[in-house]
């Protein structure tokens, strides 16, 4: 079986990274290490409140309290400022990226380096109804916007095959657009491109 390769090309820019970063956030918000900071911020919020009621340690609840929920509200725009700062001092910002997929794996180019990765690096695969993450390690991903390729049918192809290859495949915001169920039934009907 031959699979005719799959090559987009498109602009990492600040905003491009912004939007991956935040659809990142989205599809890991129950992630086990996201769970134990809820759980620090909720101890703060409740060891705030039990501090409010006395009058010794009214003060320091009242500091507790809204430190607790200040950062609950505010904690993925932080974060986010956070990304923003990383991203400006990267050297990848303002490249334009080549990406290739095969049934061997993803090979990305940029004017800084060359990068082969086989499927098997791949633990995680995030759909959203921008793009597809593709995950080497829960906080790394790949993204790969959805706008670069030249049809839908290419894209439904990379992810049949992303899915048939990393497996462990995750949607994020895909209300009225592609289901799970979808997908199994193109992975059942084979890909049009393997030949």
């Known amino acids: 079986m031959e699979f005719s390769p799959i090559k987009i090309r498109f602009h990492?820019?600040?905003a491009a990274a912004v939007q991956a970063y935040r659809w990142h956030q989205q599809g890991s918000r129950f992630?086990?290490?996201?769970?134990?900071?809820?759980?620090?911020l909720g101890a703060l919020i409740i060891a705030g409140n039990l501090g409010l009621r006395d009058?010794?340690?009214?003060?320091?609840?009242?500091?507790?309290?809204s430190l607790g929920l200040f950062l609950l509200f505010f904690r993925s725009r932080i974060n986010e400022w956070?990304?923003?700062l990383r991203f400006r001092k990267s050297p990848l910002r303002d490249l334009e990226v080549e990406k290739e997929f095969t049934t061997e794996g993803v090979v990305t180019r940029t004017k800084l380096a060359t990068e082969d990765l086989k499927w098997s690096a791949f633990s995680k695969l995030l759909e959203t109804?921008?793009?597809?993450?593709?995950?080497t390690d829960p906080a790394v991903f790949h993204w790969v916007p959805k706008s670069c390729f030249d049809n839908e049918e290419d894209y439904g192809d990379l992810v049949v095959l992303a899915m048939n290859q990393a497996g462990n495949y995750q949607s994020v915001g895909m209300e009225g657009w592609r289901t799970m169920?979808?997908?199994?039934?193109?992975?059942?009907?084979?890909?049009?491109r393997t030949r």
């Open 12 to 14: 990492w820019t600040e």
């Open 31 to 40: 992630a086990p290490r996201n769970l134990i900071i809820y759980a620090i």
């Open 55 to 65: 009058e010794d340690t009214s003060r320091a609840g009242l500091v507790m309290l």
């Open 82 to 84: 956070f990304f923003r």
């Open 129 to 135: 109804t921008k793009g597809v993450l593709l995950y």
């Open 181 to 192: 169920m979808d997908w199994k039934k193109l992975l059942n009907q084979g890909d049009r």
